[in-house]
């Protein structure tokens, strides 16, 4: 962290909270100091402050922290203000207008990945599919949600899914979700109809969960099939801002 554009202060009233927020029982000021190395007058000062804003709680017999309710309010306020279409809708429309061809947004609703949201910049490609479809896994949004199960429910899809499909190559199928989760993109020919192909990509969380799958779909001869490739690589950053949304952080 670059702390000539931070303020130490508050790096350590956050690292406070969050020495509070990994315990599993209420914490004493002996205990605080400990983990956290703050010198006593600092952290009564710390304690005090972030006790009187309702950020900590102390509980007046115990003399024990824990938790306020302030952070309960402003983590309501986060998930109202966190619906995953509006936020991301903006940057779907950014990736169609990018690539020409149709955006799709899907999200896992009850036992299936489902589109929910279409941008269709290339009017005249069909691409086989509508608000309201359920994916296969085979289609690449699929494979997105493949790739990052993390679910029980998931997991019974995919289950399902590779049953219905008595052909499919499993060991095939294990690698490219492998790969998929590495490169973050998955390709496919559509098999929702012919001539068309499409790419999707992840858009997850701070836990690396996922919260939606961005496809775009065009021609077959038009869509890319490699990482490598310079719309793909435009397309990938544009997805780490939405996933930067939710708080993810990695690759």
């Given at each position: 962290?670059?702390?000539?554009?931070?303020?130490?202060?508050?790096?350590?009233?956050?690292?406070?909270?969050n020495i509070i927020a990994n315990s599993d029982t209420p914490l004493k000021f002996t205990e605080i100091q400990e983990l956290s190395g703050l010198s006593k007058s600092n952290?009564?000062?710390?304690?005090?402050?972030?006790?009187?804003?309702?950020?900590?709680?102390r509980d007046p017999r115990q003399g024990d922290y824990s938790l306020g309710y302030k952070l309960l309010q402003y983590g309501n306020a986060t998930i109202k203000n966190h619906?995953?279409?509006?936020?991301?809708?903006?940057?779907?429309?950014?990736?169609?207008?990018?690539?020409?061809?149709?955006?799709?947004?899907?999200?896992?609703?009850?036992?299936?990945?489902?589109?929910?949201?279409?941008?269709?910049?290339?009017?005249?490609?069909?691409?086989?599919?509508?608000?309201?479809?359920?994916?296969?896994?085979?289609?690449?949004?699929?494979?997105?949600?493949?790739?990052?199960?993390?679910?029980?429910?998931?997991?019974?899809?995919?289950?399902?899914?590779?049953?219905?499909?008595?052909?499919?190559?499993?060991?095939?199928?294990?690698?490219?979700?492998?790969?998929?989760?590495?490169?973050?993109?998955?390709?496919?020919?559509?098999?929702?109809?012919?001539?068309?192909?499409?790419?999707?990509?992840?858009?997850?969380?701070?836990?690396?969960?996922?919260?939606?799958?961005?496809?775009?779909?065009?021609?077959?001869?038009?869509?890319?099939?490699?990482?490598?490739?310079?719309?793909?690589?435009?397309?990938?950053?544009?997805?780490?801002?939405?996933?930067?949304?939710?708080?993810?952080?990695?690759?």
């Amino acid at each position: 962290m670059d702390k000539s554009t931070t303020i130490g202060s508050l790096i350590h009233g956050f690292n406070i909270i969050n020495i509070i927020a990994n315990s599993d029982t209420p914490l004493k000021f002996t205990e605080i100091q400990e983990l956290s190395g703050l010198s006593k007058s600092n952290l009564y000062k710390y304690l005090n402050t972030l006790t009187q804003l309702e950020v900590l709680y102390r509980d007046p017999r115990q003399g024990d922290y824990s938790l306020g309710y302030k952070l309960l309010q402003y983590g309501n306020a986060t998930i109202k203000n966190h619906d995953p279409i509006s936020k991301l809708k903006p940057y779907c429309k950014e990736i169609s207008d990018l690539t020409n061809m149709s955006t799709s947004l899907s999200i896992w609703l009850n036992d299936s990945p489902t589109i929910t949201n279409i941008w269709n910049t290339n009017y005249g490609l069909n691409i086989g599919a509508q608000i309201g479809t359920k994916l296969p896994i085979m289609s690449a949004a699929g494979k997105i949600f493949a790739a990052f199960a993390n679910s029980k429910e998931v997991y019974e899809w995919i289950k399902k899914e590779t049953e219905n499909n008595p052909d499919l190559d499993l060991d095939q199928l294990k690698k490219e979700l492998e790969n998929i989760r590495e490169q973050h993109v998955a390709f496919a020919i559509e098999p929702l109809i012919k001539h068309v192909s499409s790419w999707s990509l992840p858009i997850l969380n701070y836990k690396n969960e996922l919260i939606a799958a961005v496809a775009i779909i065009g021609f077959t001869e038009e869509v890319p099939r490699a990482v490598s490739s310079e719309i793909v690589q435009k397309v990938i950053n544009i997805t780490k801002e939405m996933s930067n949304i939710f708080g993810y952080k990695g690759k």
